[in-house]
C-alpha cells in the first residue's frame, strides 16, 4: 500500500488501520500516540460506533510494529476507557500508567429528564427567558427581566441568551432540573509498554532498540522564569508571570544553568483548569533547599522534601505549578486550512449566523474531536527518542502528525475517511513551514 499524503517525513495511509499496520515492517517505529474512536457514536458518525478501539488485532499490529520497549499513548472516553485498555493489556502491552488530561471547556451533554416526560406524555412546554435589563438598554437599577412563549424566543434573539422550558405537567415538575450525565472534564490516556525480550533488563533494551524510557528531562514541569513553557497562562496567584522558552532550547542553554523543573505527573490541565486550581490554591511556597540539606524536624518529611528542594523547587505559586499545562490555541484547529474551499455541509459548531444575525467563522477543519497540538507535542517528547517515529492508527485531522513534525519526529499515520485527508494535508505543511520557529510563534 502507498501512502496517499507525503509531507517531509510524515506519510499518511488511506484506508482500515488494520490493513496499513500489516503493510509495516516489525519493530519500525518508537512510539504510538493517538486518539482511537470513543465508541460513543459522537454526532452521529460511524467511525465512533464500530467497536475497533476495543479490537485486540489493533492493538496487536500496534505492538507488533513497536520497537520492544516502545511505549503507546491512547486516549480514551471517561465512559469507555476500560474496554481500551483491556484490549491493549490483552493484545500484549504491559500497562503502566494512565494520564489525566483535565480540562474545563467541555459542555455538558444531558437528557433533560422533566422535557423527557412532558414529551412522553403530550404536554406542551412554554419557552422562558429571563434576562438582565442591562442586555435590553440602560438602566440605574437592572432588574431581572422574565419573558414566556413567543416573546422569550424574540429577547433570546436581542440578547443572546437561548430560552428554556419549565415543566407543563404535574410529572415533569418532580422532575425538573434532573439530567442524564455530568459535565466532560476528563479523558484518560492509556499507557502501555511492548514487553523486552525474556530476561532483557531496561539498560540492555535501552542500548538495543533506543527506546524503554520515558525521557523526564525533557518533561520536566519548569519552576523558574527560565523554564517555565510559554503555553502557561498564570492566574493571578502566580502574578502572571510571563512565560519563556523551554529549558532545552538553545537561547535558554545560552543563559547558563537553571533548575531542573518538577518530575512529570501523571495528571495534565488545560489552562482552564488550571486557573481554576489556583484560584482554590492561592500562592503557596515550595520548600526551602535548607529544608532538605538537613536540619531538625521529622526524617519522613526530610527525605520527601530533600530531591525536590535540591532541585531549585525553593519558589512560589498556584498549584497548577506542579502540572503540566496545554494550552490549546484559537489557530490551531485552521492553521495551513486557509486555502480550502469552505464545504457549508461540514460544518460543525460553527459558521452561519449567531443568535443576534452576526457571522460565525467557519471551521475548515470540520473533524469534530480535534485535540490540542501542544498537548500531543507533550505526549510525543515523552514517549518518542529524538528523530524516532511516531505512529498513529486512528490520524484523525492530523494533530499527532503536525505534532510530529513540529518537533522534528517522522510520522506514520493511518486513515479510514477519505475526507479528512486535505486537512491532514494542510496541518502537515504548515508545520514543515514552521521549522526553526519559536514555541511563542507556533502556540
Not at 520548600?287 to 531538625?296: D, F, H, K, L, P
Not at 522534601?305 to 525553593?314: A, W
Not at 505512529?391 to 479528512?420: M, W
Request: aromatic share 8%; hydrophobic share 35%; charged share 25%.
Amino acid at each position: 500500500m502507498e501512502p496517499v499524503v507525503v509531507v517531509g517525513g510524515a506519510r499518511v495511509f488511506l484506508g482500515d488501520c488494520r490493513e496499513v499496520l500489516r503493510g509495516l515492517p516489525d519493530n519500525s517505529v518508537d512510539s504510538v500516540v493517538t486518539d482511537p474512536p470513543y465508541e460513543l457514536g459522537f454526532m452521529g458518525k460511524s467511525w465512533d460506533s464500530s467497536g475497533i478501539a476495543y479490537d485486540v488485532t489493533v492493538w496487536e499490529e500496534c505492538l507488533r510494529v513497536l520497537k520492544p520497549g516502545g511505549h503507546v499513548l491512547a486516549f480514551g472516553g471517561s465512559r469507555t476507557w476500560h474496554r481500551l485498555a483491556v484490549a491493549v493489556e490483552d493484545a500484549g502491552f504491559e500497562l503502566r500508567d494512565s494520564i489525566a488530561w483535565l480540562y474545563g471547556s467541555g459542555f455538558p451533554k444531558s437528557l433533560d429528564v422533566s422535557k423527557a416526560i412532558d414529551k412522553n406524555l403530550g404536554a406542551e412546554r412554554e419557552a422562558v427567558v429571563e434576562v438582565s435589563e442591562d442586555l435590553l438598554g440602560e438602566h440605574e437599577n437592572p432588574k431581572i427581566v422574565t419573558r414566556t412563549g413567543k416573546e422569550a424566543g424574540t429577547y433570546g434573539a436581542m440578547t443572546g441568551v437561548s430560552p428554556q422550558t419549565h415543566a407543563s405537567s404535574s410529572e415533569a415538575k418532580t422532575w425538573q432540573g434532573w439530567g442524564t450525565a455530568l459535565k466532560p472534564a476528563h479523558e484518560p490516556v492509556v499507557v502501555g509498554r511492548k514487553p523486552f525480550g525474556k530476561g532483557v533488563t531496561v539498560a540492555e533494551n535501552v542500548l538495543a532498540w533506543g527506546v524503554g524510557g520515558l525521557n523526564i528531562e525533557n518533561s520536566r514541569i519548569g519552576t523558574t522564569v527560565e523554564t517555565w513553557p510559554s503555553s502557561r497562562n498564570y492566574s493571578s496567584a502566580e502574578m502572571s508571570r510571563p512565560g519563556s522558552t523551554n529549558a532545552s532550547d538553545a537561547e535558554t542553554q545560552k543563559t547558563g544553568p537553571v533548575p531542573a523543573g518538577r518530575w512529570p505527573a501523571n495528571v495534565i490541565l488545560d489552562e482552564v483548569t488550571a486557573g481554576l486550581l489556583d484560584e482554590q490554591s492561592g500562592v503557596s511556597a515550595s520548600v526551602s533547599s535548607m529544608r532538605g540539606a538537613g536540619g531538625g524536624g521529622d526524617k519522613v518529611q526530610q527525605l520527601s522534601y530533600r530531591q525536590d528542594s535540591l532541585r531549585g523547587h525553593n519558589d512560589s505559586g498556584g498549584a497548577s505549578r506542579f502540572f503540566y499545562v496545554a494550552k490549546a490555541s484559537k489557530r490551531d484547529r485552521n492553521e495551513g486550512l486557509e486555502e480550502l474551499e469552505d464545504i457549508e455541509a461540514k460544518r460543525t459548531m460553527s459558521g452561519g449566523e449567531d443568535t443576534r444575525g452576526r457571522p460565525v467563522p467557519t471551521n475548515r477543519n470540520f473533524h469534530p474531536t480535534v485535540k490540542p497540538t501542544q498537548l500531543m507535542r507533550y505526549l510525543i517528547k515523552l514517549v518518542t527518542p529524538a528523530g524516532g517515529t511516531v505512529l498513529d492508527p486512528f490520524t484523525g485531522s492530523g494533530s499527532t502528525g503536525k505534532a510530529a513534525l513540529l518537533d522534528g519526529f517522522d510520522f506514520v499515520g493511518a486513515e479510514l475517511t477519505e475526507e479528512y485527508l486535505p486537512i491532514i494535508e494542510g496541518r502537515l505543511r504548515w508545520a514543515m513551514e514552521q521549522e526553526g520557529e519559536t514555541d511563542e510563534r507556533l502556540f
